[in-house]
């Protein structure tokens, strides 16, 4: 497999960066995370897009430019040859004579095989629990996911499958995921602050607002216990139905449910990018 680090495409078994990297050192970095169909990037602008923004927001000056980053990106693609794959394109503080000021950043980008989402909703079983925190600097997708990973023996614990952040009163976001809850009167909700805003949620949002009405907003958790249905959602997920958090339980779900319409909606989208 080759990965592409510091302006070289190297086997991946080779890549390395230096030891007093203020990523390693000091959890000082950025990174997204694309799925790759064949050799189509599924919304490339987007995820360089938020690339670019978190960089921005971390103060972190990356010397390529967008569309050098996406040729970069693509001649991966093309030597690597999967026929479905993700990407991680991380950005680090860079090598910190002092151990704690960002210098001139490191660029890693690796690519692996992942499985390809079902092309049907899934409908088994999927429980989170509630935990209050909120990630520092929650716009950004930083590299730093000490709490979700913390968190890993009392998710296993509680047969959980994952953990649903609130502070405040006021629901966030899961680690890796998006959340969505939709209301009695058919309103799909989702917060609008103190998260990460997905690329995979900005394509729900539009696809939604073909269906149904569309509000973002604080999510609380008394608005959890009335919702009809509750979703989380990610590049890699798509939509995932929630059955349980915590105590409170919903009800089944399937394709004429309003998030098998909306995963139908993502796909069929998803389709369209693959065939651009």
């Keep these: 497999m080759i990965s592409y680090v510091n ?15 203020l990523g390693l050192q000091r ?6 995370f694309l799925r790759v169909k064949g050799k189509q990037p599924l919304f490339l602008q987007q995820h360089i897009d938020r690339l670019y923004r978190s960089l921005e927001y ?19 693609i093309d030597q690597n040859q999967l026929s479905h794959s993700g990407i991680r394109i991380t950005v680090t503080g860079g090598a910190s004579p002092d151990g704690y000021t960002p210098v001139e950043p490191h660029l890693i980008i690796v690519q ?3 499985p390809e989402p079902p ?13 209050h925190y909120r990630r520092q600097l929650p716009e950004v997708k930083t590299t730093d996911y000490l709490m979700a990973i913390w968190l890993q023996p009392l998710i296993k ?68 216990r009335t919702a009809k249905e509750a979703f989380i959602s990610s590049s890699t997920k798509r939509i995932i139905p929630v059955t349980v958090i915590d105590e409170l339980h919903f009800g089944s779900y399937s394709a004429n449910s309003f998030s ?17």
């Design 7 to 21: 302006g070289t495409f190297v086997e991946s078994t080779a890549a390395s960066i230096p030891v007093n990297d």
């Design 27 to 32: 959890g000082y970095g950025v990174f997204d």
């Design 58 to 76: 971390m103060r972190l000056q990356l010397s390529y430019s967008k569309e050098e980053l996406i040729t970069i990106i693509q001649s991966l």
């Design 112 to 114: 692996q095989p992942i």
């Design 119 to 131: 092309e049907r909703m899934l409908t088994s079983p999927y429980k989170l629990i509630t935990h």
């Design 157 to 224: 614990e509680q047969n959980a499958q994952d953990v649903l952040y609130h502070f405040n009163g006021s629901i966030s976001e899961c680690p890796r995921s998006n959340f969505f809850i939709i209301t009695q009167e058919n309103i799909l909700v989702t917060p609008d602050e103190g998260m990460l805003k997905g690329v995979t949620r900005a394509n729900i949002l539009s696809v939604a607002k073909q269906i149904m009405q569309v509000e973002e907003r604080p999510v609380t958790l008394e608005d959890i």
């Design 260 to 276: 098998g319409k909306l995963f139908e909606a993502l796909r069929l989208l998803e389709n369209q990018a693959e065939s651009l």
